[in-house]
């Protein structure tokens, strides 16, 4: 209901790396043990509290607690966005997530699940293989900063990039591990990752991922345009 969509306002979680004091958001249900936690990492311009009306309103997740993660530099959150900082954030976070639900973060494994948009993908696959999640969304993901620069400014260019984020490398970390699945959707005109992007992941992960192509999905328009698919990929990845 509209009360009950109203009354999920985020609340601020603090904890701190190297980079310093860092917050992400939680929208929390309305069980003190929530079924699922999952972890939502947001695109390169977008901070964790722009992504809060739609996970407030999001029905899968209606019981259960979504972290909103904003990246070093980004929201309140202090320090500069690299793949090394945003990794040493991420393995912070959960001890933070643990401490407020008073469970031990290995109890909080097995309800551990991702969500991530665009440059969040890179995120929540790192999430993945350092807490040992299993499942997860991702949509519109790429496979490598290296991937997407030569298909956009082509060499020498793509070799001077200051940050090698590498879904692939990570994905094949998820493969060594086993029993992890991941639901994948991409729009077809997608103008910013390019639909050949999320196509090549799934076709070198076929075991890992469901990939479905969201007919005249744009990059980010996606978000709203498609929103009954990504609900259903929610939902399919609670499933254990």
């Not at 991702?114 to 350092?130: K, W, Y």
């Not at 992890?180 to 090549?200: N, Y």
Request: net charge positive; glycine share 8%; with cysteine.
């Amino acid at each position: 209901s509209a009360a009950y969509i109203q009354s999920r306002q985020p609340e601020a979680l603090s904890y701190t790396t190297a980079q310093g004091r860092q917050v992400a958001w939680m929208i929390n249900s309305k069980t003190e043990q929530p079924p699922h936690v999952w972890l939502v990492f947001t695109g390169n311009g977008t901070c964790a509290l722009d992504m809060a009306p739609y996970f407030r309103a999001a029905e899968p997740l209606k019981n259960d607690l979504t972290v909103l993660v904003d990246y070093p530099g980004y929201g309140r959150s202090v320090g500069r966005p690299t793949p090394n900082t945003i990794r040493e954030s991420i393995r912070a976070l959960l001890p933070a997530v643990a401490r407020q639900l008073r469970t031990p973060p290995e109890a909080l494994r097995t309800r551990l699940r991702v969500f991530g948009h665009s440059l969040g993908c890179a995120s929540a696959l790192m999430a993945m293989n350092e807490h040992g999640i299993q499942r997860g969304v991702l949509v519109a993901p790429f496979t490598s900063m290296l991937g997407m620069a030569q298909g956009t400014v082509g060499w020498p260019l793509c070799y001077v990039l200051h940050h090698r984020f590498d879904n692939v490398e990570e994905l094949q970390q998820l493969r060594n591990r086993g029993h992890c699945h991941l639901e994948v959707i991409h729009g077809t005109q997608d103008e910013v990752i390019p639909l050949a992007q999320g196509r090549s992941l799934a076709a070198g992960f076929p075991e890992i991922i469901t990939f479905h192509p969201a007919d005249r999905g744009s990059h980010n328009g996606i978000l709203n345009t498609h929103r009954s698919m990504i609900m259903e990929a929610l939902a399919a990845a609670k499933r254990d």
